[in-house]
Nanobody
Framework: QVQLVESGGGLVQAGGSLRLSCAASGRTFTTYSMGWFRQAPGKEREFVASISWNGGVRDYLDSVKGRFTISRGNARNTVYLQMNSLKPEDTAVYYC??????????????WGQGTQVTVSS
């Protein structure tokens, strides 16, 4: 059974930092591109960042470029999102998923529980 478990969220002041983690299990994700998505209250879930299977290519939502960094663990079944200079508009529930890098769409038809990020002004 495939599981996606996100962690690392919390409450932080504007300008602060958080590091999110995603542990994927139940299948081999080492050959998949992986990504982070987020959903703010009342809004649709949106793409945030992605990383290719070997870490050689990364893609970011324009509004997070220069502030967020996506990376993969050595086992490549873990994915991280380092978030710096956080803004109140980054407040959302953050999710990870396998991703198609060209379309920025998630590949799996299900999601983990997500991790809440709240940025106060």
């Amino acid at each position: 059974q495939v599981q996606l478990v996100e962690s690392g969220g919390g409450l932080v002041q504007a300008g602060g930092s958080l590091r999110l983690s995603c542990a994927a299990s139940g299948r081999t994700f080492t050959t998949y591109s992986m990504g982070w998505f987020r959903q703010a209250p009342g809004k649709e879930r949106e793409f945030v960042a992605s990383i290719s299977w070997n870490g050689g290519v990364r893609d970011y939502l324009d509004s997070v470029k220069g502030r967020f960094t996506i990376s993969r663990g050595n086992a490549r079944n873990t994915v991280y999102l380092q978030m710096n200079s956080l803004k109140p508009e980054d407040t959302a529930v953050y999710y990870c998923n396998a991703v198609d890098m060209s379309s920025r769409r998630p590949l799996l038809g299900y999601w983990g529980q997500g991790t809440q990020v709240t940025v106060s002004s």
